[in-house]
T-cell receptor, first 120, second 113 residues
Framework: EAGVTQFPSHSVIEKGQTVTLRCDPI?????LYWYRRVMGKEIKFLLH????????ESGMPNNRFLAERTGGTYSTLKVQPAELEDSGVYFC??????????????????FGAGSRLTVL | GQQLNQSPQSMFIQEGEDVSMNCTSS?????WLWYKQDPGEGPVLLIA?????ELTSNGRLTAQFGITRKDSFLNISASIPSDVGIYFC?????????????FGKGTKLSVKP
C-alpha cells in the first residue's frame, strides 16, 4: 500500500506570507495526525482528525494555524501569517485505529516524510 | 505539559559496538514506542511496548518498558552503518487522545565503519 504522502517536501517563505501543507494519508485510515519538530527539539503533537472531524486540537500553537480535512480524505495545514518560530518539520501520520480499539502494533501511526518549512 | 527526557543526545560509535539509550518521565505512560528517523524520511516504528516490565526484541534491537511505567530503554547490539539516524522514544498517555504521542528530543546515532 502507498504510504503517507506530504507536499511540499520543503517550503521557504518570508515572514508574513502564507503556506499550505498537504497530507494524503494511507487509504482507509480514518485517523490523521499532524505533528511538528522544531530544530533540535522534540516532535510535538498538533492535532488529530477522525475522518473529517477534529478529535483533538490541543497542540495547535495559535490561531495562525488552520487544519482542515474536508471529505475525510487528505488534510491541509495552513499557516497564515507565518512567523519565524513556525520554522520546522511538519509531519503527518495516519492510523486505522477505531474508537474503543486498543492501541497495538496493528494500528500504530505511520508517518510521512515531513514538510520542512523555513520562514525567513 | 508532559515531557520525556531522552539521553544521550548524540552518540558516535564504532561499527560492531553495542548502543544503549533511554527515556525517563515524571509521568506514567501505558505505552512506550521507539521510532527511528532516517535523513529525509519520517519516523518509522521499531518497537512498541504495552506492559510494565515488558522486554521486546526486534532483530538486534531490544527495548524494555520500565516497571514504574516512567521509563524505557532501547539497546542496539553489534551496530552497523545503516543504524545511523535519529532514534525517538514516545509515550502514550492514559486517557490521552489516541495518537497524541509525547516524544523525546531524540538520540542522534553516528556509526563509523
Amino acid at each position: 500500500e502507498a504510504g503517507v504522502t506530504q507536499f511540499p517536501s520543503h517550503s521557504v517563505i518570508e515572514k508574513g506570507q502564507t503556506v499550505t501543507l498537504r497530507c494524503d494519508p494511507i487509504s482507509g485510515h480514518d485517523n490523521l495526525y499532524w505533528y511538528r519538530r522544531v530544530m533540535g527539539k522534540e516532535i510535538k503533537f498538533l492535532l488529530h482528525f477522525v475522518k473529517e472531524s477534529k478529535q483533538d486540537e490541543s497542540g495547535m500553537p495559535n490561531n495562525r494555524f488552520l487544519a482542515e480535512r474536508t471529505g475525510g480524505t487528505y488534510s491541509t495545514l495552513k499557516v497564515q501569517p507565518a512567523e519565524l518560530e513556525d520554522s520546522g518539520v511538519y509531519f503527518c501520520a495516519s492510523s486505522r485505529l477505531r474508537a474503543g480499539q486498543a492501541f497495538s502494533g496493528a494500528n500504530v501511526l505511520t508517518f510521512g516524510a515531513g514538510s520542512r518549512l523555513t520562514v525567513l | 505539559g508532559q515531557q520525556l527526557n531522552q539521553s544521550p543526545q548524540s552518540m558516535f560509535i564504532q561499527e560492531g559496538e553495542d548502543v544503549s539509550m533511554n527515556c525517563t518521565s515524571s509521568s506514567i505512560f501505558n505505552t512506550w514506542l521507539w521510532y527511528k528517523q532516517d535523513p529525509g524520511e519520517g519516523p518509522v516504528l521499531l518497537i512498541a511496548l504495552y506492559k510494565a516490565g515488558e522486554l521486546t526484541s526486534n532483530g538486534r534491537l531490544t527495548a524494555q518498558f520500565g516497571i514504574t511505567r516512567k521509563d524505557s530503554f532501547l539497546n542496539i547490539s553489534a551496530s552497523i552503518p545503516s543504524d545511523v539516524g535519529i532514534y525517538f522514544c514516545a509515550g502514550l498517555n492514559y486517557g490521552g487522545s489516541q495518537g497524541n504521542l509525547i516524544f523525546g528530543k531524540g538520540t542522534k546515532l553516528s556509526v563509523k565503519p
